[in-house]
């Protein structure tokens, strides 16, 4: 199992690449027949919001099954699963793929340093000093 960090980037951007990158799987063809895919990033953002806890199974019959309420740690085995990915006789994990390549338009957020450092002011003298804990 694969935790990929997708911070930074829009969870509609992820979801409309996933779905480029998917495959319809079993009776989702009757729904990708029936329905009109999405063809927008409104049309993504809609499907995340109106999801049961950030969660996409299918869209439109496409195999999604990826958790969309942490971006930061998207669990990837159900979407590799359902859409294998081989490089040299290895399992790779396609959604990881897809993330290292949004990569290039969304950079991984850097982390701010924490600057706040305590201080306590010793009011014992006129001058005051400082301490740090």
């Known amino acids: 199992m694969v935790y990929v960090n997708a911070s930074g ?7 409309w690449a996933l779905y480029v990158n998917s495959k319809v799987q079993g009776m989702g063809i009757i729904e990708n027949l029936l329905s009109t895919p999405p063809t927008s990033l409104e049309d993504f953002s809609r499907a995340i919001t109106t999801s049961s806890r950030g969660y996409i199974d299918y869209l439109n019959g496409k195999v999604i099954k990826t958790n969309f309420s942490n971006m930061a740690s998207i669990d990837s085995f159900l979407y590799d699963r359902d ?38 002011v010793d009011e014992s003298t006129e001058t005051g000093t400082e301490t740090h804990i």
């Open 9 to 15: 980037i829009p969870p509609e951007v992820l979801l």
């Open 83 to 120: 859409n294998p990915v081989y490089e040299r006789g290895q399992a790779v994990s396609k959604l990881e793929k897809i993330v290292k390549k949004l990569r290039e338009a969304y950079p991984e957020p850097i982390a701010e340093p924490n600057t706040n450092t305590d201080k306590c």
